[in-house]
């Protein structure tokens, strides 16, 4: 599965505000030139952070942007679905409103997906990494380049462990 450039990007907007966070408002501009990013298309997932509830702007000569909430309170799962949806490693698997996971292809009760199961469990895997990981786990990773990963995020150990089915 992969994620596209608005996740990328997006990710890498928030970074830079948790960074500098505690300063005033951050331009986007600021942060466009300096990651390289195309301005217009930061605009648009920053309208996507904000209608999340994960930025918040402020207008005029020392406006910009800023983290609605603490680094730390901040998961990269309220970022990845503010700017991708709802994340399903294959098109028909998706999440029902009552958070159930559904597959397209199961048209009736008697006829069940044979990879259903699998897909469900890449899934969570994706989600629990993703829900695991806060935003200030990111700021300190990149501000720590040369600590080992497992150092600086324990929980991101489990990845790197076997997948087991408990079954």
């Known amino acids: ?23 005033d408002p951050i331009p986007l ?17 920053v309208a996507r ?15 910009g942007y800023l983290l609605a909430r603490p680094a730390k309170e901040i998961t990269m799962a309220e970022v990845v679905e503010a700017l991708e949806g709802s994340i399903a490693p294959i098109e028909c698997i998706s999440e029902s409103a009552d958070g159930t ?17 699998l897909w469900t469990r890449v899934r969570m895997s994706i989600v629990n990494t993703l829900r695991e990981t806060t935003l200030a786990d990111l700021v300190l990773s ?6 080992p990963t497992g150092a600086i995020l324990p929980t991101l150990e489990l990845a790197s462990q076997p997948l087991t089915t408990g079954a």
Not at 6 to 17: I, P, T, W
Not at 53 to 62: E, F, I, K, M, P
Not at 101 to 117: F, G, M, N, Q, Y
Request: hydrophobic fraction near 40%.
């Open 1 to 23: 599965m992969m994620f596209s450039t608005k996740a990328e990007y997006g990710v890498r907007v928030m970074v830079e505000l948790a960074r500098r966070a505690g300063e």
């Open 29 to 45: 501009a600021e942060i466009a030139a300096h990651d390289g990013l195309p301005l217009a298309y930061l605009e648009h997932l």
């Open 49 to 63: 952070l904000r209608k999340a509830g994960l930025v918040d702007s402020r207008r005029g000569s020392r406006g």
């Open 101 to 117: 996971i559904v597959c397209a292809r199961e048209s009736s009760p008697d006829h069940v997906c044979p990879t259903k199961l």
């Open 142 to 147: 990149a501000t720590h380049p040369a600590m």
